[in-house]
C-alpha cells in the first residue's frame, strides 16, 4: 500500500520529478518528462506497478529527513537496533539522460540493507525485458531503456531486482538508474559521488540568486526551491502537481492533472 501524500518527499532536475516516501521507496517517476508514462507508479497502485525501495532490513526504529541547505538534495536516516545509515537522493542537473541517484552512507554500526526494484513503464502495465550486465541490469521496454548501475550484487526475484548487503560505518554505496532512447547508444556511467557534487553545487549557484533577506529567509527558500522542481526548463511553465490524476480531496472528482498543462507555459491555476 501507497504511503500518505504527505509523507512524501520530492527531488527533481526541471524535467522531471519523483516522490520519496518516508519507508525509503520511490513510489512516482515519470522518464523523461513529466508527461511521460509512469515507470514507478506504486503511489496509484501497489508495488507491482513500479517502485524502488532502499531501507534498513530490520525494524527502523527513527526516521529523520531533510534536504541540504538551499538544495533539492533529500537525507534521510534511518536508526535501527544495528546502527544507522543515510539515504542521499538527488536527480542530478539533466546533461544527455535523466539520472536518479541514490547513496547509502553508513553512519555508525553494521546496518543490513534490502533493495527492491521493480521497473514498469507506462503506469505499471508494461513489464520490460531485463538483462545483467557488467555492474548492473539493462532493461527495454518499446521506445525506454534503464540502466541501473552499482556494485551491490543484483539478482532477479518475482519480477524485480533485488539486492542484500551490508553498510559499515563510514562506507559509502551508490546507485544510478538512467533512462535513455532504447534505439540509442548506452550512455556512460555517472559517477554517484560526483553528480552528488554536481547536484549540490548546481543547486547553491540557483538558490544563491535569491536576494530576500527577511525572517522567512529559509521558508521562501524552500517555496524557490520546489517551484523550480516544478518547472519544465525548456519552456519556463509550471506543473500543477508532480502527480497525475490524484483527487484534491479523498473521494472527490476534482483531479489535479499537470498533463500538457507546461507544453505553453501555463501555469498551474488553468490546470484544475
Known amino acids: 500500500m501507497a504511503s500518505r501524500i504527505e509523507d512524501y518527499a520530492l527531488i527533481g532536475d526541471s524535467y522531471s520529478a519523483a516522490l520519496v516516501a518516508q519507508d525509503g521507496s520511490i513510489d512516482w517517476l515519470c522518464l523523461p518528462r513529466f508527461d511521460s508514462g509512469a515507470v514507478f507508479a506504486a503511489l496509484l497502485g501497489t ?21 541540504r541547505e538551499s538544495t533539492l538534495i533529500l537525507e534521510t536516516d534511518f536508526e535501527t537496533a544495528d546502527g ?5 537522493d538527488c536527480m542530478p542537473e539533466r546533461t544527455r539522460a535523466p539520472d536518479l541517484v541514490r547513496v547509502v552512507e553508513g553512519r555508525h554500526g553494521h546496518v543490513p540493507m534490502v533493495l527492491e ?8 502495465s508494461i513489464e520490460p525485458w531485463v538483462q545483467a550486465i557488467a ?6 521496454a518499446g521506445p ?10 543484483l539478482r532477479g526475484e ?4 533485488v539486492a542484500d548487503f551490508l553498510v559499515s ?7 544510478t538508474l538512467t533512462w535513455h532512447p532504447s534505439h540509442e547508444p548506452i550512455p556512460p556511467l555517472r559517477d554517484t559521488e560526483e553528480a552528488l557534487t554536481d547536484t549540490e553545487a548546481w543547486w547553491r549557484h540557483w538558490s544563491e540568486r535569491c536576494t530576500y533577506t527577511g525572517p522567512w529567509r529559509d521558508a521562501v527558500l524552500r517555496s524557490l526551491i520546489t517551484l523550480k522542481a516544478l518547472t519544465y526548463a525548456p519552456t519556463g511553465g509550471i506543473v500543477a502537481a508532480a502527480t497525475t490524476s490524484l483527487p484534491e480531496q479523498l473521494r472527490g472528482v476534482r483531479n489535479w492533472d499537470y498533463r500538457y498543462c507546461w507544453l505553453r507555459g501555463r501555469v498551474p491555476q488553468v490546470c484544475g
Open 47 to 67: 508495488r507491482e506497478h513500479g517502485r524502488w525501495l532502499l531501507v534498513p532490513r530490520s525494524e527502523v526504529r527513527a526516521v529523520r529527513r531533510r534536504y
Open 158 to 161: 518475482h519480477g524485480a531486482c
Open 169 to 175: 560505518a563510514g562506507q559509502r554505496v551508490g546507485f
Open 144 to 153: 525506454d531503456s534503464f540502466l541501473f548501475r552499482t556494485q551491490v550484487p
Open 84 to 88: 544507522a545509515v543515510r539515504v542521499v
Open 135 to 140: 555492474g548492473g541490469i539493462w532493461a527495454i
Open 117 to 124: 526494484l521493480i521497473l514498469r513503464c507506462d503506469y505499471g
